[in-house]
């Protein structure tokens, strides 16, 4: 059975770091394309960020690009979110997944999710 656990999340003021560890088990994590996706009240899903399997190459959305990095331990089947400089937008539920592939880094090439790690950033 496939389990995906998101954890680090927090409240945190503006300007302030987190990060954001998911552990996956059940599957071969070094297989997987992963990525971060968000969620914030009231608003769609969007993703975050993602790497390849091996981690040799990263994507951000433009809303994080140069505060957020993305990178994963396969020896540890662990993803990592780092956020720096946060912002009050940044909040949301955050969520781990794994993809089965990603061409347009949309929801539904994502296979395995987690339940989510909420993040507070307060003005």
């Known amino acids: 059975q496939v389990q995906v656990m998101e954890s680090g999340g927090g409240l945190v003021q503006a300007g302030g770091s987190l990060r954001l560890s998911c552990t996956a088990s059940?599957?071969?994590?070094?297989?997987?394309?992963m990525g971060w996706f968000r969620q914030a009240p009231g608003k769609e899903r969007e993703g975050v960020s993602w790497?390849?399997?091996?981690?040799?190459?990263?994507y951000y959305a433009d809303s994080v690009k140069g505060r957020f990095t993305i990178s994963r331990d396969n020896a540890k089947s662990t993803l990592y979110l780092q956020m720096n400089s946060l912002k009050p937008e940044d909040t949301a539920m955050y969520y781990c997944?794994?993809?089965?592939?990603?061409?347009?880094?949309?929801?539904?090439?994502?296979?395995?999710w987690g339940q989510g790690t909420q993040v507070t950033v307060s003005s």
């Open positions: 997944a794994a993809a089965s592939y990603i061409v347009h880094f949309s929801e539904k090439e994502f296979r395995y």
């Open positions: 790497i390849t399997h091996s981690g040799s190459a990263t």
């Open positions: 059940g599957l071969a994590f070094e297989r997987y394309p």
